[in-house]
């Protein structure tokens, strides 16, 4: 069952998801106990699925309760921790907690290195959330030189066309957008979208993310009829996968409204 909610998620089918792995979580706590090792995966899986359909206080309640249990049950440096840590820490970044994030994801990054070497996948993804999080506090200098070398590492590892290389670059344009460097930004994200659509398929969460970053790219360099199209596509699929009302579908309304506005069609903006 909890096999069958893991890959429920992986398809979007969140809310399929979130019944299977509830179910998962109160039958380990009835036959393992609470603080069972595999009680505590349970309810970080279900805090993931949280996550995913925007239901983020209850999955910071849940992760922070996973956090505290696997401290004392395997003590602060273990693996089981780290990811703990790293995912209560990326839905305080969700809740706009980012002072709250940075902290932990400078811990997890530091114990990461220290544990598995500079250039473990786990390694990297702990300095790729970093590099969001400062991102997010407006430190753009360091989020760029964290996520440049994100990306050449995970160039190596994994090569050109991976998932978690174009995330990595998707990233990198993010910041460069946020540095000022449109056309840099542009480019990467072109790039990254048609690999996206070919290796991750034109619905996945994460290649509509990066369609709606070109968007607004393309936004910023004033270029409106090419972001159109694109947000309107981002809408329309995040309204099928996520609902009306998921803060994703409803950023997606946001844009397209905007766009709308700034090419003088302001009956249509009414209209969404």
């Known amino acids: 069952m909890a096999n069958l909610a893991s890959t429920c998620g992986q398809l979007g089918r969140y809310q399929e998801a979130e019944l299977l792995g509830a179910t998962v979580l109160e039958k380990r706590k009835t036959f ?49 921790t780290l990811f703990a840590m790293a995912n209560l820490a990326s839905t305080y970044s969700q809740l706009g907690r980012y002072q709250e994030a940075v902290l932990l994801e400078a811990t997890v990054l530091e114990k990461r290195k ?3 070497g500079a250039d473990h996948p786990h390694t990297l993804l702990a300095m790729a959330n970093l590099a ?6 407006g ?3 360091e989020a760029e030189l964290l996520g440049a070398t994100v990306m050449e590492k995970r160039k190596t590892f994994f090569g050109a066309d991976h998932p978690d290389t174009l995330h990595a670059m998707a990233n990198l344009a993010s ?17 990254v979208l048609e690999k996206q ?3 991750l398929g034109a619905d996945h969460p994460d290649t509509l ?10 936004s910023q360099l004033g270029r ?18 996520l609902g009306a009302n998921h803060p994703d579908t409803l950023a997606a309304l946001e844009n397209l409204v905007t766009t709308y506005h700034k090419l003088g069609k302001h009956q249509e903006a009414k209209e969404l």
């Open 224 to 241: 409106y009829e090419k972001a159109k199209p694109l947000e309107a596509t981002v809408l329309e699929k995040r309204k099928t996968l």
């Open 132 to 137: 969001s999080t400062y991102n997010q506090l």
């Open 139 to 141: 430190r753009y200098q």
């Open 32 to 80: 393992f106990g609470a603080d069972h090792p595999d009680t505590l995966c349970a309810m970080a899986n279900l805090a993931s699925t949280y996550s995913q359909r925007g239901r983020y206080q209850e999955a910071v309640l849940l992760e922070a309760t996973v956090l505290e249990k696997r401290k004392a049950l395997l003590g602060p440096d273990h693996l089981h």
């Open 209 to 218: 993310h990066t369609m709606a970053n070109l968007a607004v790219t393309y």
């Open 175 to 191: 910041t460069y957008s946020q540095l000022g460097k449109y056309q840099e930004a542009v480019l990467l994200e072109a790039i």
């Open 114 to 116: 220290a544990l598995l």
């Open 197 to 199: 659509k070919t290796v």
